[in-house]
């Protein structure tokens, strides 16, 4: 506004702080293993150390060395050019420091580039990770010796020594028992006619339940502004409608592979059933069902602690 003897004073708005989210996850994907010249689980040098070390011996457990990874992408050349603090530079960008007294909270608003370049940056780091466990524990039945009895328990006695309170809730689905009506099976001329199971699936848009979830958290607990929610959905959906996406291979599970587990599950159930009832029977087919019921449980409960390899073309050509 113009003023007595100062003319006109302008107040120009300054940038928005934002952060170099891409470029972390790029240099620590890259951290994750060490090279081939650092590599030594024995010494006591973080620079050598691997993510993951399995302790099949003795303890029978993983330890997951954080503080490696976090050595070698502190001491790179790269990092420390690439957040130099400098003008335009560094991990958090076009940021006022707050006068003394005052607090700052910098989050939300990624640095010009971010936005494409930092779903293929999360793709690589999940990869170098399981590059990293897979190399640690090269066997699945490895990883099962790390199941523990008594989980609840355990969990207990865990937070009892950190003086916290950790509850175990998982989430859990209702299978109701098959039963059979009384009576002798010798006298029938068949175990079961037919067997159904009812199953209803919810027509529930998972997407926009989590873009809505999503947008309460921004607005409410992080107070944002309806641009940067906004944003932040739009990002959200962007990366929804990219082709082999986090979002999307999740979506994918929950549409797919998540229902196929539970019907495979529930047939599994109605077998079993099916064989339990035909198992007092004397009818020489009867035993050969409850044989064959068996030897496929034995078989489903086998692959999950080895994997076989099924060579088709040896009946069905190539």
């Keep these: 506004m113009p003023s007595q003897g100062t003319g006109a004073n302008v107040d120009p708005r300054s940038l928005k702080p934002s952060i170099d989210l891409a470029t972390v996850i790029e240099l620590l994907a890259q951290a994750i293993s ?11 040098n973080p620079r050598g150390m691997q993510l993951f070390e399995f302790d099949e011996k003795q303890n029978k457990r993983l330890r997951i060395s954080t503080s490696a990874v976090m050595y070698r992408l502190i001491f790179t050349r790269q990092f420390q050019e690439a957040f130099n603090p400098a003008p335009g530079g560094g ?3 076009n940021l006022s420091m707050p006068s003394y007294g005052n607090r700052s909270r910098v989050g939300g608003c990624l640095s010009d580039g971010n936005a494409t370049k930092l779903p293929g940056a999360i793709d690589r780091l999940m990869a170098a990770i399981d590059q990293a466990l897979n190399t640690a524990v090269p066997s699945d039945s490895l990883l099962s010796t790390l199941l523990l009895d008594q989980a609840e328990q355990q969990l207990q006695e865990l937070g009892k020594k950190v003086n916290t309170s950790l509850r175990n809730m998982p989430n859990t689905a209702n299978l109701v028992p098959i039963a059979f009506q009384a009576g002798d099976t010798k006298d029938n001329k068949s175990i079961a ?3 159904s199971a009812r199953e209803r699936v919810e027509n529930t848009d998972y997407f926009e339940q989590m873009c ?3 947008t309460e958290y921004l607005e409410n607990e992080l107070d944002n502004d309806e ?4 944003s932040s959905i739009a990002t959200l959906k962007a990366e929804k409608d990219r082709e082999d996406s986090q979002i999307q291979r999740f979506l994918n599970f929950i549409d797919d592979e998540a229902l196929s587990r539970v ?6 159930r109605i077998m ?4 339990e ?6 009818d020489s087919d009867y035993q050969l069902l409850v044989e064959y019921v068996n030897r496929i449980l034995i078989l489903v409960e086998s692959a999950q602690e080895e994997d076989y390899t099924v060579d088709l073309t040896a009946h069905f050509g190539s």
């Design 34 to 44: 060490p090279s081939s010249n650092q590599a030594n689980p024995n010494q006591l």
């Design 227 to 230: 641009d940067d929610v906004n």
């Design 277 to 282: 009832n035909a198992r007092s029977s004397n």
């Design 272 to 275: 079993e059933a099916i064989a």
């Design 212 to 214: 809505s979830a999503a």
């Design 193 to 195: 006619t037919v067997i």
């Design 263 to 268: 019907r495979l599950t529930i047939s599994f």
């Design 91 to 93: 991990f958090i960008q």
